[in-house]
């Protein structure tokens, strides 16, 4: 079994910053890629940010210059670092660990209002 656990979300104001964190434990050889992507209500699951094992990063447009993705290989854990919030950026937030298999988390809300 592989358990995917998010936390950090939030309700912060526009212009603010957040960090995420998300770890993945269980049966786990080795993991490729990690990643945040993000889904409101009515649209698709989105990809915000992924980094490989070798530190490889891609970012979607909305968000360059404005997030940072990192990762802690030793602990399987990856990070979201969130600056300049905007009320756009309001979704719930999925980790998704790839080994074998894709291994997704439950979602932290993250929102972004006045």
């Known amino acids: 079994q592989v358990q995917v656990v998010e936390s950090g979300g939030g309700l912060v104001q526009p212009g603010g910053s957040l960090r995420l964190s998300c770890t993945a434990s269980g049966s786990i050889f080795v993991i490729d890629t990690m990643g945040w992507y993000r889904q409101v209500p009515g649209k698709q699951r989105e990809l915000v940010a992924a980094i490989t094992s070798g530190g490889s990063t891609n970012y979607a447009n909305s968000v360059k210059g404005r997030f940072t993705i990192s990762r802690d290989s030793g602990k399987n854990t990856v990070y979201l670092q969130m600056n300049s919030l905007k009320p756009e950026d309001t979704a719930v937030y999925y980790c998704?660990?790839?080994?074998?298999?894709?291994?997704w988390g439950q979602g932290t809300r993250v929102t972004v209002s006045s």
């Open positions: 998704k660990a790839r080994a074998v298999n894709d291994y």
